[in-house]
Every structure is written in structure tokens, then in C-alpha cells.
């Protein structure tokens, strides 16, 4: 999935033309707009990835001195939001990667469980999967964005690169240092966990409805 476009996020309308040369010239000013006008964004994209406000500060500065050290060679094909979003992605999984070592959190308790049958005994919905689509809508979106949020960290970063941020099977592998079996695996199973916790949520929430209801009925 690409960028969202910044021009939903700030009152400013950013002219990336303009904004490219003043970088290229050296333009302190345009500097300080950059990271006004595309730093906390990029702050959230970080932390949606690394979960330690520290380490999201750390990778998203290091991308602005990429990016800074890679405007020789932007030819300004795509937005510049959309170019600086992919270099914060590419920093905060670089320092997932860093991380890998550390041992691997369980996510059995949010995986569905068997019957004697053998069959799921939970049922999925058609809304179950995939997040990307539930990120559009905005009656659930803060939902799926809290939930996502509460995935183990090896669970949380490919379902993110591979549902939204729509990277490949073998670049996810490759940035993870991972097969791409495991990427396949763990994707499955973190989308399972998720639709897990979102039926948790949206049964919650609809319980206080349900019970308004049956008051207005017998008022």
C-alpha cells in the first residue's frame, strides 16, 4: 500500500518542487520544513515498527541523514513524503533486524484453537482479513491500528511490511534475514492473531449496544 498523502495530514499544502531545490541548495529553511511538515508522521510510521519511542527517534533520524546523504540521485519521480516513508521503513527494520536475536515472543494464546473435529473453533469472516482493508475504513481503523499494535514484534513487522506497507514475500526476507517460508508462516499466523484480537474488540464494543437496547426496550 503506498504513502497516504500528506495533504490530509497538514494544513499546508507542501510544493515538492519547490521543496526539492531549497534541500539541494543546501536551505536551512527547507530542512526545518521537512521535518515539520513530514516529521511526526514519520515518527508514527517508526514506532508502528519498533514499539520504544527511543528506537523510533533514533531510526527516523537516521533516515533524514539518508535521505539528506541520497538527494543527489532522487530524480522526484514519486512525492518526497512517499520517498522519505520508505527510507524510515528500511531504518526502523534495519533496527528489527538488530533485535533478532532476542528471543521470540509467543503468540499461541491468540491463535485459534482446534475442535475434536479437527476444524477451527472459531469461524473467520470475509472482515477478518486482510488489515489493509480495515485501515480504510474509518469506523474501525483506530481499532485495527490498537490491535496491530499489541502483536509480538516478529508477528507485528511482517504483517505491517506485507498487508500495508506492501512489500514482497523475498524483500521482507531479505531485510529480516529470514526464509521466505518463515515470512509466509509467520504472516499467517499473525493475521490470525489479529483477527483474534479484533473480534475481542468489536464484541466488547458491542456489548454496552446490546444492552442500551434491551433497556430502551423494556423502559
Keep these: 500500500m503506498a504513502a497516504p498523502d500528506d495533504r490530509n ?3 499546508v499544502d ?11 541548495a543546501g536551505d536551512e529553511r527547507a530542512y526545518e520544513e521537512l521535518i515539520r511538515v513530514y516529521g511526526g508522521r514519520m515518527l508514527a510510521v517508526a514506532l508502528s515498527f519498533l514499539r520504544n519511542e527511543d528506537d523510533a527517534r533514533d531510526a527516523v533520524q537516521s533516515a533524514y541523514l539518508s535521505a539528506f546523504r541520497a538527494l543527489p540521485t532522487f530524480e522526484g519521480h ?3 513524503s512517499t520517498w522519505l516513508h520508505r527510507i524510515v521503513v528500511n531504518h526502523a527494520l534495519m533496527k528489527l533486524r538488530t533485535r533478532s536475536r532476542r528471543p521470540e515472543e509467543s503468540i499461541d494464546a491468540l491463535l485459534p484453537g482446534f475442535a475434536d473435529d479437527g476444524h477451527h473453533v472459531q469461524q473467520f469472516s470475509r472482515d477478518d482479513l486482510p488489515a489493509d482493508h480495515l485501515l480504510e475504513r474509518e469506523e474501525t481503523r483506530a481499532v485495527v491500528r490498537e490491535c496491530i499494535a499489541q502483536l509480538p514484534e516478529h508477528h507485528r513487522s511482517i504483517l505491517i511490511m ?7 514475500t523475498g524483500e521482507v526476507a531479505e531485510q529480516l534475514g529470514i526464509t521466505a517460508n518463515a515470512v509466509k508462516i ?8 489479529l483477527a483474534t484480537l479484533l473480534r475481542r474488540e468489536f464484541h466488547a464494543a458491542a456489548i454496552p449496544a446490546v444492552c442500551a437496547s434491551r433497556n ?3 423502559a
Design 9 to 11: 495530514a497538514t494544513a
Design 14 to 24: 507542501v510544493d515538492d518542487t519547490l521543496l526539492l531545490t531549497g534541500l539541494r
Design 78 to 80: 514519486c512525492r518526497i
Design 162 to 168: 506485507r498487508d500495508i506497507e506492501d512489500v514482497s
Design 186 to 193: 509467520r504472516l499467517h499466523r499473525a493475521r490470525q492473531a
Design 216 to 218: 430502551r426496550m423494556t
